[in-house]
């Protein structure tokens, strides 16, 4: 190879210009083509993106504001944590933050038309809203990814009165740690995560368990347990 | 293999130099590197230990994709194998033997032989071009004494001549006059030497494909009822899309094999209608690179809503899949005029216990305020009778039947064809009636009479072929003491809740898949198939040759299998040289 023929000055020369090209192509050129490519699968990847608040910023979740975070907790998706903060538009054109409601015992709950628990445990939400709103209960119905199209009709069959928040990216489902439709989170009227339900929310069944006949259902448990918890002076909607 | 012309005449300094260079090369690790993975030899062991292991992996039996990762299910599926391989089983296990494709020392293997590959390419591909555009016009003498094809003969041929003789057969011929010689060089397909380069790029092409399916390839399959939506991804995608089913069809013959099969799908991205299509098992819909293949058709499904009418608002809304079958009889009924008044399976969804026998027993309405009660024997011994019985007196029908049966009671005529499998179901969700417990609970539902799924009833749109015998016919037992019969449309109101069968729905099965390997398979193909078609039929030549007013030497380079001395005497005796024809073995 030329590059080794580095036995005279000239060929010296000669030598080096050759290993610069040589680099070139063996290093340079497949690394040029590597970048081509994966700006390519970026582009694919992220083009077409409607997901963008009108600020600009995409939605999805947002950093909480610090003075809303009470001492001694930490921002996390666990029971005693206080719930992530998000942007996200609205079934109605609006767009809201978690933390507009703060000040509120929040039930949220994830989840999508094509999920038949989520479907299942609706009628108990929509009740659930309508009997407890006035007490200052907030419901708040995340959409995971779709569009108003299939969302309008669900929600007015269904009777949803309540706020119905889409996260069409996944962004706030991810910053939730989603494993599974539906999930439910009691967030008391401080931001804090009282409890976590994943699955659906089981109404009373007609069986012949005493218990399951005479007991709360989960959806009340989790309510009652937001709505003991009063608010800390001072808490307001954020943003 | 070929000798190299340029190669002919080196000094011994600069043999000396290759070889201190070479030394030097083998001492830097990185040009090691680069020399072991430009090794013909070596890329000949990759290949050969891939193709031994693959072999491996298509002998043994590999652990199917739904089991691996779960420790319970591994084990399962290991202990099966213990009856063929004994004791060798967890060795073989612990070697990865029984999921091969999926180790990392295969992974790597391959990526190894793209490296090798492709350092080939890279490595030959200046060269090769140079020999292309810069052929060597000119090769020592010596080189006539020592190519593989030759012909020398102690008479001067004339050089026109042999300039003609080399275009007539496709020789781009080049001539320079020397000190009283005459020197051609004669080149023939030049651009062939590229064969070689892109049977190599195949290979590269094909392995790049696997790495490409293994890391990016998606499949999911859906089952999703008419007017229903799915999820493409299973939770939360940055690119997710859904899926609704418009409209299913499918065609059966006589005899109930499926024939045709098609989905009316609209997807959308992110929330967003994109697209509307049709797809069937031979033509998906194709979205961004998804394809969405039908590969199942289901066509007893019922739509049920519950309303609350309190409030207004849906609290149920299910197409239940009626995967279940129950045996119930199949009737005629006709009127004094000839006019059918009941055809199809009758639902016994009741228990009934007389005092003298238990019986499953139904009812149906007929035209004309007619109501008959049919009746089932529940013991094996009598279960082929059929017991019809219309309440009242007077010229009410009262007939026992056996299977194929037709009597004339209470001036009906009425056959029992037999029994025929209806398509059920429990759901233990479905919102109930005060009355019968409230909350949520289960309810057995049965679809006679279907529309949809069989080749009675052929397929498509129900407002177009519809039912052969009239409408589908749902049986909800466990709202009331009595079973609800409901018709496509029809609604009761139990308690408050208001129960609709909605239609008879179609069920298709849709496999979302996404392969971006595809294309770099054909491509992989095309350069797999083009290259070989050039290495071995595409008659690449190459000649020098050295013309003296008494000296004739001519030199040439041919792909191995081509005998290419006799075809160096074939054209010096067309240009003239007194060469016997019966001369023809090789020098």
Known sequence: ?239 | MEANPSSAGPTSKALRSQSWSRTLNLVNPLRAVWWLFTNVRFAILLLALLAAISLVGVLVPQMPVTVRGDQGLEQNWLDTQHGRFGFLTSPMHDAGLFEVFQQRWFGLLLAATVVSSGAYVISRFPGIWASISRPRKRVPDRYFEMAPARYQADEALNVERLEGVLRARRYKVYRTDEAGATYLFADRFQLAQLGTLLTHIAVIVFILSAVVQRVDAYDSPLFLAEGSTLPVFAVSNPNQMQVTLDNAYAKFAPDGQPLDYRADLIIYDRGTEVKRCSSTVNTPCTYNGYHFYQEAYFGYGATLSVRDTSTGNIVYRETLALADKSPSPRVKVTGDDGSVLLEGAVVLPESVNTGDAAYRAGIAHLPGDRTLTFWQPDNASDSDKLVVFEPGSGDAARATLSAGQTVQSGGLTISYEGLEDVPSIVDDAVPLPASAGGGTGSALFELSNVAFGTARTSAGDYSDEGAATGDPTLTIVGLQPQATTLKPGEATTIDGLEYKFERQAEFAGIDVRRDRSDSLVWIGAFAIVVGLAITFWVPRRRLWAKITSARTALAGQSPSHANYSRELRDMARAAGANIPEEVDDDE
């Open chain 1, 1 to 239: 190879m030329s590059d080794t023929a580095n036995t005279g000055d000239g060929i010296a020369t000669r030598g080096s210009r050759m290993n610069a090209r040589s680099f070139i192509r063996r290093v340079v050129y497949p690394v040029a083509v590597i970048v081509a490519i994966a700006g390519v699968i970026w582009w694919i990847e992220n083009r077409n993106n409607d997901s963008v608040a009108p600020s600009g910023s995409e939605y999805g979740a947002r950093q909480i504001d610090p003075k809303l975070v009470p001492d001694g907790l930490e921002v996390g998706t666990e029971e005693g944590q206080v719930a992530p903060d998000f942007e996200l538009e609205s079934l109605d054109g609006g767009e809201s933050w978690l933390t507009d409601f703060r000040g509120h015992p929040v039930v949220l709950n994830f989840w999508a038309t094509w999920c038949q628990p989520c479907r299942q445990e609706m009628p108990q939400l929509v009740n659930a809203y309508d009997r407890y709103k006035a007490d200052g209960l907030v419901v708040i119905g995340l959409n995971l990814q779709e569009g108003k199209d299939l969302i309008t009709p669900f929600a007015t069959d269904y009777g949803i009165g309540y706020p119905v928040l889409i996260d069409r990216d996944g962004d706030t489902s991810d910053e939730y740690h989603l494993l599974g439709l539906p999930t439910t989170y009691f967030i008391d009227a401080n931001g804090v995560i009282q409890s976590v339900y994943r699955g659906p929310l089981q109404d009373k069944q007609q069986d012949t368990n005493v218990q399951g006949a005479i007991g709360e259902t989960d959806l009340q448990q989790g309510i009652d347990k937001i709505m003991a918890v009063p608010a800390a002076s001072g808490a307001s909607g954020g943003s």
